[in-house]
């Protein structure tokens, strides 16, 4: 049963960082692009980042590009978003997925998702 697990949400000032991970199991992802994507309340879920299979390109949403980072462990079939200078309109709850294509950012081509994990930035 494949299952992804994300940590490292919380609460943080504007202009904190905080390093969100994903871990994966049940089976590898070596060969699919994965990605983070966030849902703030009231809003759709919406794209923030995301990298192919082997992590040699990355994409990201303009309200990030500059501030987020994201990686990819492949041994270790985990995903990272490093967050930096955050601002409270980064506030959401953060969903690793992982697509059914090698590099997408398409939130359709993206089957498995985990449960979220919650950032709150205070202003």
């Known amino acids: 049963q494949v299952q992804l697990v994300e940590s490292g949400g919380g609460l943080v000032q504007a202009g904190g960082s905080l390093r969100l991970s994903c871990a994966a199991s049940?089976?590898?992802?070596?060969?699919?692009?994965m990605g983070w994507f966030r849902q703030a309340p009231g809003k759709e879920r919406e794209f923030v980042a995301a990298?192919?299979?082997?992590?040699?390109?990355?994409y990201y949403a303009d309200s990030v590009k500059g501030r987020f980072t994201i990686s990819r462990d492949n041994a270790k079939n985990t995903l990272y978003l490093q967050m930096n200078s955050l601002i409270p309109e980064d506030t959401a709850v953060y969903y690793c997925?992982?697509?059914?294509?090698?590099?997408?950012?398409?939130?359709?081509?993206?089957?498995?998702w985990g449960q979220g994990t919650q950032v709150t930035v205070s202003s």
């Open positions: 990298l192919n299979w082997s992590g040699s390109r990355t």
């Open positions: 997925a992982v697509s059914i294509t090698s590099d997408s950012t398409r939130i359709y081509d993206y089957k498995y």
């Open positions: 049940g089976r590898t992802f070596s060969s699919n692009a």
